[in-house]
């Protein structure tokens, strides 16, 4: 799950830091989770920046405009991510809370376990 504060500052918010770039992989389902601590609207939507820099602008993935409290989006990651961005489309908004898409590093695959030291043989001494 991917958290997205919406903050009073027109600035969207990840672990308290400001945010322009979220690294996903290409196939993957994400989870936004788009808390809004403004006293005002915001709405989030993924598209192009042709889409999305239109005042009001929207896509067929987002969520529109609402007050304070939390909304969630499920997106699958296409496979391609070129030009690809997220941003509050509200007026005014756009051009300090918008973003870009990354690819992520490939997951690292599980450390192998440690092969099982052989137990001495009964009736020797280790």
């Known amino acids: ?17 400001q945010v322009s770039d979220i690294a996903v992989r290409p196939g993957e389902t994400v989870i936004f ?9 915001h709405d989030f939507y993924i598209g192009s920046d042709e889409e ?8 067929e993935v987002g969520i529109p405009s609402f007050g304070r409290g939390v909304r969630e ?35 690292s695959p599980a450390p192998a376990s440690p092969a099982p030291s052989p137990s001495p043989a009964p009736g020797s001494s280790a």
């Open 52 to 59: 999305l820099s239109a005042p009001g602008g929207t896509t």
């Open 73 to 107: 989006l499920e997106w699958t990651v296409p496979e391609e991510l070129a030009g690809l961005k997220f941003g509050c489309t509200l007026p005014g908004h756009y051009p300090s809370m918008q973003g870009t898409f990354s690819l992520a590093a490939p997951a």
């Open 1 to 17: 799950m991917i958290e997205l504060v919406a903050d009073p500052g027109l600035r969207w918010l990840q672990d308290g830091e």
């Open 33 to 41: 989770r788009v808390v809004n601590s403004a006293l005002f609207a």
